[in-house]
């Protein structure tokens, strides 16, 4: 056994189809560079021992515990997992370190939990594949959503892009997105994802004769943005992405504070710009040239609670160091 891990993994971001796919359209997430990191030691204790930076929170844990309410819990069910896998026991102490911000809908938790899955598995030198170590961490990210859709593990674990439909699981897109960035901006408002799901399909069973073509034209947006994302032709995935901001405006998710966020962002040069999540608050996402990058971050800062830059990154989980 090793004496020390370190893994990371990426956050993501949805660019088309969120709230559609919920009712089996296409969506589209790609991962961005900002990541979640995990050091994971063995220790003598007998138990898990997890810190994390970000929630400035500390726990010990059981072998076999069981204790659902706390946030860290899901870690655990991460590393118990890849140690069944293993056929060990031993005790762990697991250090997180994340840049991308919780309860954002950038992924957080599943990038957490894939790098705890992937430093877990080289320290007990298990050798998981990725299809392996993205399940693995499906399972922890039950705990946390319920009944998650796999995009997020899925993107952390592989990175890129995907194209993700519930009836038919996930295409991995071949891109280059060297020309371009992403800039988030956080309107500060908080949102109840599930309450947003079911008020807009709510909405949906009164008015299904409007609501059913609404669904049809965002998955078919979905597609052809898949292909111009592969054809590197991004000025036409910002106008697509322009689109499914009107669709999701349609639907009842978007605020005033996402509204100017988004018009600012395309007046200041964003080749695109939309709601990105649930809605209701949350963030905006921007597609920009890299040149224009910097102009739109410095507009949005202006107005938004907080602003990220970052890239579209093709790396997924990667192993930082061992010891």
């Given at each position: ?11 993501k971001?949805?660019?088309?189809g ?6 089996d ?32 929170l ?19 069910v ?29 992924g957080s938790s599943?990038?957490?939990?894939v ?78 994802t ?20 609404l669904?049809?034209?965002a998955?078919?947006?979905?597609v ?9 032709e ?14 999701l ?7 005033l504070e996402l509204?100017?966020?988004v ?15 649930a809605?209701?608050g ?16 410095r507009?949005?800062?202006?107005i ?14 990667k ?5």
């Open positions: 056994m090793l004496s020390e891990v370190v893994a990371s993994a990426p956050g971001v949805i660019l088309f969120e709230h559609f796919v919920v009712e359209q296409p969506a589209i997430a790609v991962a961005i560079s900002k990541r979640a990191r995990v050091r994971v030691k063995p220790n003598d204790s007998g138990k898990y021992c997890i810190y994390s930076r970000e929630l400035d500390s726990e010990e844990f059981g072998l076999h515990e069981s204790r659902k309410q706390s946030p860290l819990y899901p870690i655990v991460a590393a118990r997992a890849v140690e069944n896998r293993a056929g060990v026991e031993v005790g762990l102490d697991i250090y997180i370190e994340s840049e991308i911000p919780p309860s954002a809908g950038m599943a990038a957490v939990a790098a705890t899955v992937a430093a877990t598995s080289e320290l007990l030198e298990l050798n998981l594949g990725k299809e392996d170590i993205s399940n693995i961490a499906y399972r922890a990210e039950t705990i946390v959503h319920g009944k998650p859709s796999g995009i997020d593990n899925t993107i952390s674990t592989f990175g890129g892009a995907i194209a993700f439909r519930k009836s038919e699981g996930f295409l991995q897109l071949e891109a280059d997105f060297k020309p371009v960035k992403i800039v988030l901006a956080d309107t500060g408002v908080p949102r109840n599930g309450e947003l799901v079911r008020r807009v399909l709510s909405l949906k069973e009164k008015y299904p004769q409007i609501f059913d073509p669904y049809y034209a998955g078919r947006l979905a052809e943005a898949a292909k111009l994302i592969e054809r590197g991004f000025e036409e995935v910002g106008r697509l992405m322009n689109v499914n901001h009107g669709l405006s349609a639907i009842g998710v978007s605020i509204e100017h966020l018009y600012t962002a395309r007046r200041a040069g964003a080749l695109g710009a939309k709601l990105t999540g809605g209701g949350g963030f905006m996402v921007a597609l920009c040239r890299k040149e224009d990058t910097d102009k739109v971050a507009e949005l800062e202006k938004a609670k907080r602003v990220i830059v970052g890239e579209i990154s093709e790396e997924g989980v192993i930082e160091k061992k010891v």
